[in-house]
């Protein structure tokens, strides 16, 4: 199967913005949820965003809710990720990941995922 490749992040100010791309070239999206997810050091994985490949229909964890923004991304069948406001407590690794609806609806649970990218570091400073 091909790889999803993260890319972006890096060291971030507070209050600052940045982006993270999933590269989805070696795929034929049809009716699945493609998601971002993160991870902090001693946390568990948690949904951020996912998008619905059919209808683009969006949803979001509440902890990101208006300060972040996924879509599609057509120039390598992928997903962005538009990080903006950042806070020290969006520091984690970020993933992006395939997976099932459920109900025809994309949900933002782990569970609900099967095939992961190897993640991308963000650094948000005070």
């Known amino acids: 199967q091909a790889p999803l490749v993260e890319s972006g992040g890096g060291s971030v100010q507070a209050g600052g913005s940045t982006r993270l791309s999933c590269d989805g070239s070696?795929?034929?999206?049809?009716?699945?949820?493609l998601g971002w997810f993160r991870q902090a050091p001693g946390k568990e994985r948690e949904g951020v965003a996912a998008?619905?490949?059919?209808?683009?229909?969006?949803y979001y964890a509440e902890s990101v809710e208006g300060r972040f923004t996924i879509s599609r991304d057509s120039a390598n069948n992928g997903i962005l990720l538009q990080m903006d406001s950042l806070k020290p407590e969006d520091t984690a690794t970020y993933y992006c990941?395939?997976?099932?609806?459920?109900?025809?609806?994309?949900?933002?649970?782990?569970?609900?995922?099967?095939?992961w990218g190897q993640g991308t570091q963000v650094t948000v400073s005070s």
């Open positions: 990941a395939i997976g099932r609806t459920v109900g025809g609806r994309c949900y933002t649970t782990t569970s609900q995922y099967y095939y």
């Open positions: 070696g795929y034929n999206f049809g009716g699945v949820c």
């Open positions: 998008i619905h490949t059919g209808d683009s229909r969006t």
